[in-house]
């Protein structure tokens, strides 16, 4: 019927089936896991941009009303050391 040698190469090709089935299937849990990580940070940069976007939108309206503000600090600059000067005269 069989001898010992042909039961321990029987026994040796189911190993390495499960073997190789155990493999592959660590392989797929791994390519899964990437996948994950990878929508997750798809998802962390697109959140990072519309943070970079609203503080660019932030920081551009504060440059916009800065630069009337200046320019009255400067003509009330003029009008204190024109009423400074029209005092000591």
């Known amino acids: 019927m069989f001898t010992p040698s042909d039961i321990l190469y029987i026994v ?52 916009s009303m800065t630069a009337p503000v200046g320019l009255l600090v400067e003509g009330a600059k003029k009008v204190i050391e024109y009423a400074i000067e029209k005092r000591r005269n």
Request: a positive charge; one cysteine or more.
């Open 12 to 63: 040796l090709s189911f190993c390495v089936l499960w073997i190789s089935g155990a493999l592959f299937w660590f392989i797929y849990q791994a390519a899964q896991i990437l996948r994950n990580v990878n929508s997750a940070v798809d998802e962390a940069r697109e959140k990072i941009s519309k943070i970079e976007t609203a503080i660019t939108g932030i920081k551009s309206r504060f440059d």
